[in-house]
C-alpha cells in the first residue's frame, strides 16, 4: 500500500523536553533490539455478526499464540547460533538480521535521572525504550528509477565507468517513531546511522524512504541534515505520486569496520 513508506520520525524542535539539561545521547547510551516484523494475517469476512465475533475472539487467541510460538523459536535459534560459535571457539555475528525481508529495531537507553522516571523501571535504572523503527532487510532489485537516481544525484556509472551501477540495491525505511521524551536528543540520528550499517551488511548500496511531515517541510529538512537527498524520481515507485504520501528522499549506506565495537545491537 501506498502509505507503508511514510516515514514520520517526529524528532522536531517542537517537542516538549522531559529530560534534564540539553542531553545529547551516543551510541554508547543506547542498546539496540532487532526482531522479525511479525504481521497479523488479514481478518475474513462473514456474514453473521454473532459467529464473526467468535471467530474473531478465537483468531485474536491464536494469533498472539503463533506470535509467541514464532518469538520463542527465533529465540532458541538465535542462542543455538551462539551456543554453536562458543563451542566452536568463533566469534559470534556483531548482528544478524532475521529472515522474511521486514525487520523491526528498537532503541533502549538506560535512565541516568531517577526523578525523571517513575515506577519500577525508574527506580532499578532499567533500559526504557526510546523508539522503534520499521525497515527493509532485504536488497531490493534494481530499476530504472533508482539507477537513474543514482546516477543524478552521485555521478556513479559516470565518473567511474567500470562500476556496475545496474547491478545496485537499495532498502527502505518503512516508518521511525522516537518517544515523546526522547525527541530532539539525536536517537532519531543514531538510528539512521544503525540502519545505515544494517543496511550496508545486507548489501544493500541506498536506504530510501518517504518523508511525510504534512508540508511543514521540518521533516525532509532534517533528513536533507542527515546526507539525505531529494529523489523525485521514486515517487511512483514509492507509492507516493506527486508527493501525495510524503517526498522520496535517498542516501547511500555506510558501516565502518569499527561501528559495531561502538554500537550495541542485540539479535533476535
Known amino acids: 500500500s501506498s502509505d507503508i513508506f511514510d516515514t514520520n520520525n517526529n524528532n522536531n524542535n517542537d517537542d516538549v523536553d522531559i529530560l534534564q539539561g540539553s542531553t545529547t545521547f551516543k551510541h554508547a547510551d543506547v542498546e539496540w533490539k532487532i526482531q522479525p516484523w511479525f504481521r497479523p494475517e488479514p ?4 456474514s453473521e455478526k454473532k459467529e464473526k465475533k467468535i471467530r474473531d475472539k478465537l483468531k485474536r487467541v491464536w494469533v498472539s499464540s503463533k506470535f509467541l510460538r514464532k518469538k520463542l523459536m527465533l529465540k532458541a535459534a538465535a542462542n543455538i547460533i551462539r551456543l554453536d560459535c562458543f563451542l566452536k571457539k568463533r566469534t559470534a555475528p556483531k548482528v544478524l538480521c532475521p529472515k522474511g525481508g521486514q525487520a523491526v529495531l528498537e532503541a533502549f537507553v538506560v535512565n541516568k535521572d531517577k526523578n525523571k522516571r517513575s515506577g519500577l523501571g525508574g527506580l532499578l535504572k532499567l533500559p526504557q ?7 527493509t532487510t532485504h536488497r531490493g532489485p534494481p530499476c530504472p528509477e533508482v539507477i537513474e537516481t543514482i546516477q543524478d544525484l552521485y555521478n556513479i556509472g559516470q565518473q567511474n565507468p567500470s562500476f556496475p551501477v545496474e547491478s545496485v540495491g537499495v532498502a527502505a525505511i518503512i516508518y521511525m517513531y522516537i518517544e515523546p521524551e526522547y525527541r530532539s536528543h539525536g536517537i532519531g540520528e543514531l538510528a539512521l546511522d544503525v540502519i545505515s550499517s544494517l543496511h550496508a ?3 544493500c548500496d541506498f536506504t530510501i524512504l518517504v518523508a511525510d511531515d504534512d508540508g511543514s517541510g521540518k521533516l525532509v529538512n532534517w533528513y536533507l541534515q542527515n546526507g539525505f537527498q531529494l529523489a523525485p524520481k521514486l515517487q511512483n515507485i514509492m507509492g507516493s505520486p506527486d508527493g501525495i504520501y510524503g517526498i522520496t528522499m535517498i542516501r547511500p549506506t555506510f558501516a565502518s569496520p569499527e561501528f559495531y565495537d561502538n554500537c550495541q545491537i542485540k539479535w533476535w
Open 43 to 46: 481478518e475474513s469476512s462473514s
Open 129 to 135: 525504550k526510546a523508539g522503534k523503527f520499521g525497515i
Open 201 to 203: 551488511i545486507q548489501n
